[in-house]
């Protein structure tokens, strides 16, 4: 790691003081921090500490014509490997999730052409607010890794998630995305995710509950590894993750020619939640279904099976082809028999009798058929990364 260096962006907290800590442990591993300290943080450590731990002068000003005439802000966000937001307000995260900059610390953040990890820290209700999950939810779907905070008593004497992670976690995610995986560059890899809809007339139609979560946070885990990722989605409304492929569709039918039409593929994983039925004609005009003495009836048409059409194509099968089990009860039986009827080469199986489906974490078991490994219970981005880096080694 000798010739690695990060921008540190070290934002207003009271878990400020770990930064002091991560810039020698990362200096210990070889890393050199250059520093920017935004105006609250010079509240809790300041930039003679900073400048004295990791060697180099401490930035604080967007107009500072000293600053600016030794390096330009521009060049200060692009000349690193990495920027590293640590500890990660909530304010700077809504700044970039939004694209504003009124400060060093967001313009660098806007004008970098490199990687950015956030690594969270703020009150647990500030965390579980619906501004804050969405600005992360962007700030992932452009690209960038929001590490999970930890969980645990906080400064201000709440429980719960918000607590910025220890600092050898920190060195090691930082470290880990200093040299990335890049072993699926040149693979294609086919991902469905979301629901779909079948219609029932121009305004019903029958559905589920899948949110989509799960499936773009894996097309997004296999593009960071270099994968060229087609995600064939039925309708959501999360972001789509930046340089994937997307192919939106609505029904069973048309997620499958989706999927056909992006063939070939080195891999496909089906984390759809395709309906199995639908109404056996869509009518075209809105159906009167009040006021009758007979309850309603509806017929309906299977249809196709996606994974298992694909498990068992003759020409064009993808060399590794993975199923989804969403499951209530009896999860292993279940995915054991999928496995063999599927015809798939894994699944992924998940209980979701609790919060699962649009839900914010997950917990799966990957079955194969040389047996089962079970993941840690996890937010659906670590899920993602979890199953990615098995599809990687596979794949190589
Ligand atoms: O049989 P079950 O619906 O539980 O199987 C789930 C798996 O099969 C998921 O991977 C899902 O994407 C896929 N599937 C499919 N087409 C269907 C039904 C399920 O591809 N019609």
Redesign the pocket.
Request: without cysteine; glycine residues 4%.
């Given at each position: 790691m000798s010739d690695r260096s990060i921008l540190l962006i070290i934002t207003g907290g009271v878990a400020a003081f770990k930064s002091l800590e991560l810039i020698r442990e990362l200096g210990r591993a070889g890393v050199r921090s250059r520093v920017i300290l935004t105006k609250a943080a010079q509240e809790f450590v300041t930039p003679l500490s900073v400048s004295a731990l990791s060697g180099e002068k401490c930035f604080t000003e967007l107009f500072d014509l000293d600053d600016e005439a030794e390096m330009g802000h521009i060049e200060l966000s692009r000349s690193t490997d990495l920027v590293v937001v640590c500890p990660a307000s909530a304010d700077i995260m809504g700044k970039a999730a939004n694209g504003l900059a009124n400060d060093l610390a967001s313009t660098a953040l806007l004008a970098t052409d490199k990687r950015v990890l956030y690594a969270p820290a703020m009150n647990v209700r500030m965390w579980d607010h619906p501004a804050v999950k969405r600005n992360v939810e962007t700030l992932r779907a452009d690209g960038s890794i929001v590490l999970e905070p930890d969980e645990g008593l906080m400064a201000c004497g709440e429980f719960g998630p918000g607590r910025l992670p220890e600092v050898a976690r920190l060195k090691e995610e930082i470290l880990a995305a200093l040299s990335p995986d890049r072993s699926l560059e040149g693979k294609h890899i086919l991902v469905?995710a979301g629901p779909t809809r079948e219609p029932i007339d121009p305004v019903r139609y029958i559905s589920n509950h899948s949110s989509g979560r799960q499936g773009y946070a894996i097309a997004a885990s296999l593009r960071d590894r270099g994968a060229k990722v087609t995600l064939v989605s039925g309708p959501v409304s999360i972001q789509p993750p930046e340089g994937v492929e997307l192919k939106k569709v609505e029904t069973?039918l048309e997620m499958l020619n989706a999927v056909e039409t992006a063939l070939p593929a080195d891999a496909f994983i089906?984390?759809?939640?395709?309906?199995?039925w639908r109404p056996a004609t869509a009518s075209d005009t809105k159906l009167k279904l009040k006021g009758g003495d007979e309850p309603v009836s509806m017929t309906f048409a299977e249809?196709?099976?996606?994974?298992?059409t694909i498990s068992n194509l003759a020409e064009n099968r993808p060399g590794l082809v993975i199923?989804?089990?969403?499951e209530t009860n009896d999860v292993a039986a279940h995915a054991q028999g999928?496995l063999q009827r599927?015809g798939c080469d894994w699944i992924v199986a998940n209980d979701v009798s609790g919060d699962v489906m649009g839900g914010e974490n997950n917990e799966v078991s990957l079955f194969t058929k040389d047996g089962m490994e079970a993941s840690p219970r996890m937010s659906k981005a670590q899920i993602a990364d979890w199953i990615a880096a098995r599809i990687a080694k596979a794949l190589s």
């Open positions: 469905t069973a089906s984390v759809a939640a395709v309906a199995d249809n196709p099976d996606i994974l298992k199923g989804f089990a969403a999928k599927k």
